[in-house]
Every structure is written in C-alpha cells, then in structure tokens.
C-alpha cells in the first residue's frame, strides 16, 4: 500500500470511495453520501488542504481518502484542522489502509505547524491515535450534542492556549 497526496485526476475515486464506504449511512435529499458531498464541496469552496488530502493506493488503485480543512478555534484560523471525512472502500477495510492515512494525517499536519487535528468520530477507533476528547483540551464543538463524539489530537505546536469554540470549514454548515 501507498499513500500520496490527492491529484485532480483522483476525484472520481475519491467520490467513489466515499460513496461506497458510507453507503450504510444515511443518505441526503438528493441520494449523495452526505462525506462525498462534503469532500466535493470542501474543494469547489477551496477549502480542501491539499498538503492535508491522501490517498491509499494499491496496485495502483485508489482505495481510500482522508481530508482537512482549515478550522478555526476561538479567534485563531491557524491553528486547528478539522479532519475528515476519513473513508476506505468496505473490502479494503480492516487492511490498516484507514489507519495508514489516521497516521500520515498526522504527520504531515505536524510537519505543518499546525496544533491540533480536530474531528468528529468514533473514540475507540480514534483514541488509539491520541485523540482525546476536545472538552478535555476546552475545546468545544459547533454542535453540543456533538460532545461525546468530538476529539482532538495535540501536536507539537500546541499550546495551552489553543482552546475555545471550533468550526470547521463552511461546507460542513450546509450538510
């Protein structure tokens, strides 16, 4: 398995994958997964970090995605990135491809300087990352009853400081 930076030319893929690996979710209105619509319209607002969009590759074929996008935490619009959605195609999952892209996520958000990988997912799978949840590191979600489910991971860069409210990316308002 390969993982590399997202081209153009992968966005049928990555919708595909998307599309595939939600598809036991609910659909939306027009029958889109609703984290193929997000990926989609993350990079139409230009929000999609390009540094920050991987894909897991093998024999060539592109066979799962992660994302971020720019957050803002209090007042500060640099420090935090939301991440995800985070989607690998269902016969590729439990073959560690998720958790390659968890980990090269990471590490390429460290390497940035930001401080914090921010997301909104199930703890027993992320904690064996380092999130915690936010509320811990006062950082609180853009929906309250998203608490439970809402983590962060700290980075090098972090600071004590680095707390308050978080919003993702305007994309993520119009789900």
Same mark, same amino acid.
């Given at each position: 398995?390969?993982?590399?930076?997202?081209?153009?030319?992968?966005?049928?893929?990555?919708?595909?994958?998307?599309?595939?690996?939600?598809?036991?979710?609910?659909?939306?209105?027009?029958?889109?997964?609703?984290?193929?619509? %997000? +990926?989609?319209?993350?990079?139409?607002?230009?929000?999609? &970090?390009?540094?920050?969009?991987? =894909?897991? #590759?093998? /024999?060539?074929?592109?066979?799962?995605?992660?994302?971020?996008?720019?957050?803002?935490?209090?007042?500060?619009?640099?420090?935090?990135?939301?991440?995800?959605?985070?989607?690998?195609?269902?016969?590729?999952?439990?073959?560690?491809?998720?958790?390659? %892209? +968890?980990?090269?996520?990471?590490?390429?958000?460290?390497? &940035?300087?930001?401080?914090l990988? =921010?997301? #909104?997912g /199930?703890?027993?799978?992320?904690?064996?990352?380092?999130?915690?949840?936010?509320?811990?590191?006062?950082?609180?979600?853009?929906?309250?009853?998203?608490a439970?489910?809402?983590?962060?991971r700290?980075?090098?860069?972090?600071?004590?400081?680095?707390?308050g409210?978080?919003?993702?990316?305007?994309?993520?308002?119009? &789900?």
């Amino acid at each position: 398995m390969q993982i590399r930076q997202s081209t153009t030319d992968d966005a049928p893929a990555i919708h595909a994958v998307h599309t595939a690996a939600f598809r036991i979710h609910n659909k939306d209105v027009t029958g889109e997964m609703p984290e193929a619509k %997000l +990926v989609t319209e993350l990079t139409a607002d230009g929000d999609l &970090l390009p540094a920050l969009s991987l =894909v897991a #590759l093998l /024999d060539g074929e592109v066979i799962g995605h992660a994302c971020s996008s720019p957050g803002h935490l209090g007042e500060d619009p640099e420090s935090a990135i939301g991440f995800g959605p985070l989607g690998v195609l269902p016969e590729h999952q439990r073959s560690g491809a998720g958790s390659a %892209l +968890v980990h090269a996520t990471i590490g390429a958000a460290n390497a &940035l300087g930001y401080s914090l990988v =921010v997301l #909104l997912g /199930d703890p027993g799978y992320y904690s064996r990352f380092g999130f915690v949840l936010a509320e811990t590191l006062g950082i609180t979600p853009p929906v309250p009853e998203w608490a439970p489910h809402f983590q962060a991971r700290q980075l090098t860069a972090y600071k004590p400081a680095n707390r308050g409210a978080f919003r993702y990316a305007a994309a993520f308002d119009r &789900l």
